[in-house]
């Protein structure tokens, strides 16, 4: 059974549709890179599996279970946890306290387990322990707004990975990072990996997505234009000619 | 200022204290902005006169049941209005305040334009209270409030709410049941304010309408936001400077409400943090130990991991 | 439908076009600013003193003038010094500031011109007149034409004008219509003057409507217009206009309907609420 199953998936916005029966399985333990060009529907496909939009049609299935229409607080909870695109870290608080509040998901579930006394010795150690693992453990005290954005998007996964996830979705992780925080980042994902997660990466960077992924699926106005192993999506023509219209459209201004 | 008198401003200042800290935790940590605290006042006030004088109930009993009620209506009001859109909801909290109050006066249950008087004291062993014993009950209420108030600021709850005060959806895709907590801060600053008016009662002995009138619950605000939003010594200290200053300043009495506004309109202007809040020239200055705030750890302490 | 209804429905539109007017202010500030602009009440009371002290010696329209006059002053003063710099705060501090700067100008009023009501010296222009069998009074018609000259012109203005563009290109996203060259600066202040001209120009009229003019006069008109704008989608130049009327015509009709006396000020606050439990959006919901 796959670990993430989306079937005939559909989002509309007004008149436009932003994913259309869009078919899709996630198994466990693989890195799927998600890749199309702009306004493919890659973060609108993130933001209907992790629960900040409805689908207007189709359904998701995380562990057999079906997810849409749970809050957000609950599917994170069940171990699926995202990044966005633009960072949000929690500006005023400094980075151990944002990995902390993730770290707490399994007291957010009822009252009285909320009313615990939280920032025991124990959380702050599993905070920086997490910190240490994206490599902002300098940073444990900087107010997060205060970050540059390259420490931002690790401080995400970071937050992410405090809630123990099984299923990360990491939206574009690598955009404005230089080639040697890139690389990093690249080998915190296979070491991710490495710990049994399941990792679905939106990537703008095709020669990235390829070298890093297991499988690829491509997104084209919302529908699913082709997937397969990278070599085998790279080839494809449809995929080529996607991408080459991109151009040309950018050519021609 | 005579002892007597000195006793009247320490209970008064207390009973603003309370409803600072309660305001704080639904828009200081919470960070919904709420303009109808003092609605929730006055059903704290009018539940616990009501209470005794026509269902002679003992004010020891009413107390606590007021309290109750007032937390109850203020979660199921905040449940209410929770699909409604941060800039609408602090509107919507100004009309509750108004319609509150538009049914303390219209409704001949609740007595009018002449409130409710005749509101017995508390008695312990008999003997009523008198200024001195009503100021001791007044501040063991605040210090069970600040008491309540730090466990939560310590707790997940207090470590949620502060995270959906920065960033909502984040926070829920940390695992947050926003809506959930966004309520319950509600309720239990919502009991602060019900306290602050069942005592507020049963020491003034009679209560109108417009006790608990909008200008109320723009003074609370004013006193949490000019302390220090977010923070449970700026909602103190805010309440007692504004209790109490104008008490001080009684030759100001004239210009005291032009110097509010311009006390307001300068903080927020180059003090937007308030005088005690995170940040603020004040604290910087005085920095030694915060208080109410968790202690950060050190790397050092808990030793590098191997990378 | 009967003279009488047709009658309390006429003065409900006089009663709703004061509120229109002074609640369009409102909105426009909110479209641009995202601030709610409480003072904004506290310039509406400016203007109808400003009215009161420079009619009898400048005439009926040197009052009205002086009433724009000091109320735009008035809204640019407040957008440069006090909301501009606070554009990147949470929502709460600027409202503080608003709800001080009202303080403050309420009691320099009260101090200035003492605490007492004071009449309203100008004379309608108009002549009474009677419309489809409605008597008008010469207040009721000055108010009905001047709301609609100012609503109709305020409509080309944002719809019709390159100016009304930029306009309602800031209103919709500021930081994307600096970035396409407009000078937001510009716009924000011009935006300020012009909603806080409309709130004199409202004072004068309500003081008129009335025949008093007192320093707090503007807390009880201000507190509705607020719901006003919320009823209205809050932003939305017709949907505030709508409702301002709406709810003029809503009180007129229950205060004479109805047995028992409701508090008027407690109609807007109910129909406010009713409303956003049923379209947490606003009657005309959705807008910039």
Redesign the interface.
């Known amino acids: 059974m796959p670990l993430l199953e989306c079937r005939g998936l559909g989002r509309r916005f007004g008149g436009l549709w932003a994913l259309r029966d869009v078919d899709l399985a996630v198994h466990e333990g693989e890195i799927l890179g998600l890749i199309g060009p702009n306004g493919a529907g890659k973060t609108t496909l993130f933001n209907v599996v992790s629960g900040v939009l409805r689908p207007t049609t189709g359904t998701v299935h995380y562990r057999g279970r079906r997810i849409d229409g749970w809050p957000v607080h609950r599917i994170v909870r069940s171990g699926l946890g995202r990044t966005f695109q633009i960072p949000r870290p929690f500006r005023h608080l400094p980075a151990w306290e944002n990995v902390l509040v993730a770290l707490g998901h399994a007291h957010y579930a009822s009252l009285p387990a909320s009313l615990g006394r939280a920032r025991t010795p124990e959380d702050i150690h599993r905070a920086l322990e997490l910190l240490e693992q994206v490599g902002l453990g300098a940073f444990a005290k900087t107010p997060a707004g205060k970050l540059p954005l390259g420490a931002q998007r690790r401080l995400e996964i970071a937050r992410a990975l405090g809630l123990d996830p099984a299923l990360l979705l990491l939206d574009e992780p690598m955009a404005g990072l230089s080639s040697a925080e890139s690389d990093a980042l690249a080998d915190l994902i296979l070491r991710l990996r490495a710990q049994g997660r399941t990792i679905v990466l939106v990537e703008h960077n095709v020669a990235v997505a390829m070298r890093l992924c297991d499988r690829i699926v491509v997104l084209h106005h919302g529908r699913v234009l082709s997937e397969g192993r990278p070599e085998e999506v790279r080839v494809d023509p449809r995929v080529i000619e996607a991408y080459l219209g991109e151009e040309a459209d950018r050519a021609a201004g | 200022m005579t002892g007597e008198y000195a006793l009247t401003v320490g209970v008064f200042t207390g009973i603003w204290v309370l409803l600072a800290m309660g305001l704080n935790l639904v828009?200081g940590y919470a960070?919904q902005?709420h303009l109808g605290h003092a609605a929730l006042y006055g059903i704290g006030a009018y539940a616990s006169a009501l209470l005794t004088t026509r269902s002679g109930l003992d004010p020891w009993v009413a107390i606590p049941l007021s309290v109750l009620l007032a937390s109850a209506i203020g979660l199921a009001l905040s449940a209410?209005?929770l699909?409604?859109?941060?800039?609408?909801l602090?509107?919507?909290t100004?009309?509750?305040n108004?319609?509150v109050?538009?049914v303390f006066?219209?409704v001949p249950f609740f007595g009018g334009a002449y409130g409710i008087g005749g509101v017995p004291p508390p008695r312990l062993l008999g003997v009523a209270f008198d200024r001195r014993a009503y100021f001791a009950l007044v501040l063991g209420a605040v210090v069970l409030g600040a008491l309540l108030d730090r466990w939560i600021l310590r707790s997940w709850l207090g470590a949620g709410l502060v995270a959906l005060r920065d960033d909502e959806l984040a926070a829920e895709a940390s695992g947050v049941d926003t809506r959930r907590f966004k309520v319950v801060a509600f309720g239990i600053g919502s009991g602060h304010a019900g306290l602050a008016g069942a005592l507020y009662a049963h020491f003034a002995g009679f209560i109108t309408p417009q006790d608990f009138g909008?200008p109320v619950s723009?003074t609370v605000?004013?006193m949490v936001?000019?302390g220090g939003?977010g923070t449970l010594r700026g909602a103190v200290t805010g309440a007692v400077l504004l209790s109490v200053l104008p008490e001080l300043f009684r030759f100001l009495l004239?210009?005291r409400?032009?110097l509010?506004?311009?006390?307001?309109?300068l903080t927020?202007?180059y003090q937007?943090q308030g005088l005690l809040g995170e940040g603020s020239a004040l604290v910087g200055f005085l920095r030694r130990r915060a208080v109410g705030r968790p202690p950060v750890p050190r790397a050092e302490e808990v030793g590098r991991a191997a990378p | 439908m009967s003279a009488v209804l047709t009658q309390q429905v006429a003065a409900g539109l006089v009663l709703g076009s004061l509120y229109a007017l002074l609640a369009l202010g409102l909105a426009m500030v909110?479209g641009v600013l995202?601030i709610?602009h409480v003072a904004h009440a506290g310039v509406f009371a400016a203007g109808a003193y400003a009215a009161l002290v420079t009619a009898p010696r400048v005439g009926a329209w040197g009052g009205v003038a002086a009433a724009v006059g000091v109320c735009a002053v008035g809204g640019l003063f407040a957008e440069r010094?006090?909301y501009r710099?606070?554009l990147d705060?949470?929502?709460?501090?600027?409202?503080?500031?608003s709800?001080?700067?009202?303080?403050?100008?309420?009691?320099?009023l009260?101090?200035v011109f003492g605490p007492y009501i004071q009449a309203f010296p100008i004379r309608p222009p108009l002549q009474g007149l009677e419309v489809a069998g409605v008597r008008l009074t010469g207040n009721d018609a000055l108010i009905l034409a001047t709301t609609a000259l100012l609503l109709g012109g305020l409509y080309l203005l944002l719809h019709r004008t390159t100016l009304g563009l930029a306009w309602r290109a800031v209103a919709s996203d500021l930081e994307v219509a600096r970035m396409m060259g407009i000078n937001t600066n510009r716009v924000v202040a011009l935006n300020l003057a012009v909603g806080s001209a409309l709130a004199g120009i409202a004072g004068v009229l309500v003081a008129l409507y009335y025949n008093q003019v007192y320093p707090t006069m503007g807390s009880v008109v201000g507190?509705k217009a607020?719901?006003i704008i919320?009823l209205g989608g809050?932003g939305s130049v017709l949907g505030t206009a709508a409702a301002g009327l709406l709810l003029g015509v809503v009180e007129s009709l229950l205060v004479a309907q109805v047995g028992?006396?409701?508090?008027r000020?407690?109609i807007?606050?109910?129909a406010?609420?009713l409303v956003?439990?049923a379209r947490?959006?606003?009657l005309v919901g959705g807008s910039a």
């Open positions: 828009s960070g902005p209410v209005t699909r409604v859109r941060d800039d609408f602090a509107i919507t100004m009309g509750v108004f319609v109050v538009a006066l219209y909008f723009i605000l004013c936001v000019l939003i004239n210009y409400m032009l509010y506004g311009l006390l307001l309109v927020m202007r937007p | 909110y995202r709610l010094f006090v710099p606070l705060q949470p929502p709460l501090v600027p409202l503080i500031a709800i001080g700067l009202f303080i403050l100008v309420e009691d320099l009260r101090l507190y607020l719901a919320v809050l028992f006396v409701l508090p000020d407690a807007a606050f109910i406010l609420i956003l439990l947490p959006r606003g």
